[in-house]
Every structure is written in structure tokens, then in C-alpha cells.
């Protein structure tokens, strides 16, 4: 492999006049960097150009950090409405039993009442 195509695979770069030459690999979309820079030479970028880009890879990083939190809120609010509802559901249940057993006494006294009326009524 010449040295020229291993710099380009690995995506050196060369400076000449105080301009800076890219040479960019192949793995790399030319077509879709162009797309996302509009008006920067992917080759031969500009001093400005550079710096915009890095202003724009720290603005990105900072809005992605502030998404990952902005997740792990989100994240913790659903455990915690997860861990609610559960606790509503045993809640529920439990006042479900109680009802159950309330009205199972219930029957069992009415049962109680209609049958010392009845004994009552045949003496």
C-alpha cells in the first residue's frame, strides 16, 4: 500500500502556506459531510471553519448531556409512578378483602337474625 493511500485511510492531513489540506478516507460520506456542511470544503476547511466546527461538536455535546438527564428524570419519574400504581393496587385489594369480609360477616348475621326469628315465630 503506498504511503499516500494509508494516510488517507487513516485520515491524515497535510498543511502547506498555512492552509490545511484533509486527506479523507474513503470510509468517510463525502457526500452526506458535504450535506452537513454546506459551504465548508471538506478538504481544504477554513481556520473559521474549524472552530465552527468544534463550537458546534461542544454545543452538541452539551445538548446531549442535557438529554441524558433530561432521560434519567424521566427514567425515575416512571419508576416512581410504577412503585404508585403498585401501591395503589395493594391498596386496592386490601380494601377489596375488607369489603369481602364485611359483607361475608354481614350474611353470616343476617343468616343468624332470620333464624332466631324464625325460631321465634314458631314458639
Do not use: C, W
Request: glycine share 4%.
Amino acid at each position: 500500500m503506498t504511503r499516500q493511500k494509508r494516510k488517507a485511510q487513516e485520515g491524515s492531513f497535510q498543511s502547506t502556506d498555512g492552509s490545511l489540506t484533509l486527506l479523507v478516507p474513503d470510509d468517510i460520506d463525502h457526500a452526506t459531510l458535504s450535506d452537513l456542511l454546506p459551504g465548508i470544503s471538506i478538504t481544504s476547511p477554513s481556520p473559521d471553519a474549524v472552530v465552527s466546527l468544534y463550537r458546534i461538536l461542544l454545543s452538541q455535546r452539551s445538548e446531549l448531556e442535557e438529554i441524558q438527564h433530561e432521560l434519567e428524570n424521566t427514567r425515575a419519574e416512571v419508576e416512581k409512578k410504577d412503585v404508585e400504581l403498585d401501591q395503589a393496587l395493594q391498596d386496592g385489594e386490601t380494601g377489596i378483602k375488607k369489603v369481602e369480609a364485611q359483607i361475608e360477616l354481614t350474611q353470616e348475621e343476617l343468616k343468624r337474625v332470620k333464624t332466631e326469628r324464625d325460631e321465634l315465630g314458631m314458639s
